[in-house]
């Protein structure tokens, strides 16, 4: 029974994850993802002698990318290629939900600048525009009137790399200061944060604070579902919602959270949550 | 720790490291701000952690 433990750099998650991870007597392999080369073709290596895996790369490109290439040669991981390549994705990720009758934020997606200006335009302003990949707030705008949406758009289309070409927009939600997380593990709502913030992007990465939430019936059952919809009752993420005067809305869904700010406030020890998930996942496997 | 603590790779100052320092940790050098991964622990080295990419994140 091994667990192969993928990183690109050891935050404090992974350091947290690996102290439970020998809590509860996983033999456990470190991988740096800056040093793989996996033989699609065939061939030995040390992750294909492991029985799953679990990724925490903090790159987006090589968690997918890794993650299918050992499901390819037989080796799971906690989350699927799947689930990384959705919620990886802002535009999947709300394809998904909404198959799934998940509420959400009236998104757009369009592919000129021009068809990108008539959405913000159906949307009506403020807008928000995000690309379809990346974290932590970046590149994240509201835009405010047609002029700024013209002049953004526009940019956006000259940074170069088809991704900058798919165009993500949505309406302005004004939520009450904080937007709301969930964590989930394995078809369990583990603990909810909320995210405060003087400005409109509440993100920790930007600054936010963290408090601890009661988890309501409501919110854990509506972060349930968003997960399920992306990775039924096998994956671990993390669900971000915001309250609007319609209700819960679902804004997106993180296949690799980062937890060091929430397990204080929520006093739920996060990273032994999760890691005594994964045991019981390598055990079922093993 | 009893290992010779070396100096940050970046500006040479004094590092101040945590007590359980694992293989890969990241530490923050108190004098220059720089971000230091420990590559190894035996013997104990540091040099400058990867730079965020573009679509790296949670």
């Not at chain 1, 008539?118 to 974290?135: H, M, N």
């Not at chain 2, 100096?7 to 971000?35: F, M, Q, R």
């Amino acid at each position: 029974m091994q667990l192969a433990f993928i990183t690109s750099r050891l935050r404090v998650e992974e350091k947290q994850l690996l102290l439970a991870l020998e809590r509860e007597g996983v033999p456990t392999t470190r991988f740096d993802d800056g040093e793989l080369s996996l033989a699609l073709t065939g061939g030995a290596h040390p992750l294909l002698d492991c029985d799953l895996v679990w990724n925490r790369s903090l790159s987006f490109g090589r968690a997918l990318y890794a993650t299918a290439a050992l499901e390819a040669l037989g080796v799971p991981s906690v989350n699927s290629a799947r689930v990384v390549e959705t919620a990886g994705d802002k535009a999947r990720t709300s394809m998904v939900l909404a198959a799934a009758g998940i509420p959400q934020i009236a998104t757009r997606l369009a592919f000129t600048p021009a068809a990108a200006v008539e959405a913000t335009e159906e949307l009506g302003y403020p807008v928000v525009i995000k690309p379809i990949v990346g974290s932590w707030g970046r590149q994240v705008a509201r835009v405010d009137n047609r002029n700024a949406a013209e002049a953004l758009l526009e940019t956006r289309a000259a940074l170069g790399g088809w991704q900058s070409g798919i165009f993500y927009v949505q309406e302005y939600i004004a939520k009450p200061g904080r937007d709301l997380r969930v964590f989930v593990s394995d078809g369990r709502a583990i603990a909810a944060i909320a995210r405060r913030s003087d400005h409109w992007i509440t993100n920790t990465a930007r600054g936010a604070t963290v408090e601890g939430l009661r988890m309501s019936s409501e919110l854990a059952e509506l972060a349930l579902a968003a997960a399920a919809a992306i990775g039924g009752n096998t994956c671990q993420v993390a669900v971000d919602l915001v309250e609007s005067p319609r209700g819960l809305l679902v804004l997106e869904v993180n296949h690799s959270a980062e937890f060091k700010n929430s397990s204080g406030p929520t006093g739920v020890d996060i990273a032994a949550e999760l890691a005594r998930d994964v045991a019981r996942r390598l055990e079922v496997i093993a | 720790m009893t290992a010779t603590i070396p100096a940050c790779p970046e500006c040479e100052g004094a590092l101040n490291l945590p007590t359980d320092l694992i293989a890969g940790e990241l530490v923050a050098c108190d004098d220059c701000g720089a971000e230091l991964e420990a590559i190894s622990l035996e013997p104990l080295t540091f040099e400058l952690a990867p730079e965020v990419q573009e679509e790296w994140g949670e």
